[in-house]
T-cell receptor, first 114, second 114 residues
Framework: AQSVTQPDIHITVSEGASLELRCNYS??????LFWYVQSPGQGLQLLLK??????LVQGIKGFEAEFKRSQSSFNLRKPSVHWSDAAEYFC????????????FGTGTQLKVEL | DGGITQSPKYLFRKEGQNVTLSCEQN?????MYWYRQDPGQGLRLIYY???????QKGDIAEGYSVSREKKESFPLTVTSAQKNPTAFYLC?????????????FGPGTRLTVL
């Protein structure tokens, strides 16, 4: 079965600094990978997704992620963080033939210092 | 506007009572999902449905029941058999099953057992 690890529970960055959130997955073949963001008390919003092809994926709100098969990683990055980016971020993995079920990581809480 | 609605936003239940959480989508999606979210545990799949009149158990189905009589609706009943029902519940939908389609999420229902 597939699994997802987000090693950082909390991350604090200063506004304007760069950001990288880590995501590692475990799956025998090429997975489908997603990053979602959740504001407090809200649902999840899709930031970006990777299915195949170019390993650098651009998403909304200035986010990007890079799929690295050799490291089983799909890290999320942003060159300059804004205070409004403070939220919880979830990495998720889906597999072919899996009934479109997603397995989610436990999330990374991002705090932005002004 | 197309989207997913969940009601109520907040729900309080006395121990021993069954409660039903509503989830409606007007995205014409075939697949629908229920997740439970607890702090530090990410999202865990309760039930999912790939087509009307069919549904499958997820990872934590005990104490929950669902129905899928209409494409647009996927209500979740939290029964008295669920030992620790206080949580944030999220409904999601996707175009169809297959792993490569992102899921769209509703705003969630926070259930508190008194």
């Amino acid at each position: 079965a597939q699994s997802v690890t987000q090693p950082d529970i909390h991350i604090t960055v200063s506004e304007g600094a760069s950001l990288e959130l880590r995501c590692n997955y475990s799956y025998g073949a090429t997975p489908y990978l997603f990053w979602y963001v959740q504001s407090p008390g809200q649902g999840l919003q899709l930031l970006l997704k990777y299915f195949s092809g170019d390993t650098l994926v651009q998403g909304i709100k200035g986010f990007e992620a890079e799929f690295k098969r050799s490291q089983s990683s799909f890290n999320l990055r942003k060159p300059s963080v804004h205070w409004s980016d403070a939220a919880e971020y979830f990495c998720a993995v889906g597999v072919a033939g899996g009934g479109n079920k997603l397995t989610f990581g436990t999330g990374t809480q991002l705090k932005v210092e002004l | 506007d197309g989207g997913i609605t969940q009601s109520p936003k907040y729900l309080f239940r006395k121990e021993g009572q069954n409660v039903t959480l509503s989830c409606e989508q007007n995205l014409n999606h075939d697949a629908m999902y229920w997740y439970r979210q607890d702090p530090g545990q990410g999202l865990r799949l309760i039930y999912y449905s790939q087509i009307v009149n069919d549904f499958q158990k997820g990872d934590i189905a005990e104490g929950y029941s669902v129905s899928r009589e209409k494409k647009e609706s996927f209500p979740l009943t939290v029964t008295s058999a669920q030992k620790n029902p206080t949580a944030f519940y999220l409904c999601a939908s996707s175009i169809t099953a297959g792993g490569r389609h992102e899921q769209f999420f509703g705003p969630g229902t926070r259930l508190t057992v008194l």
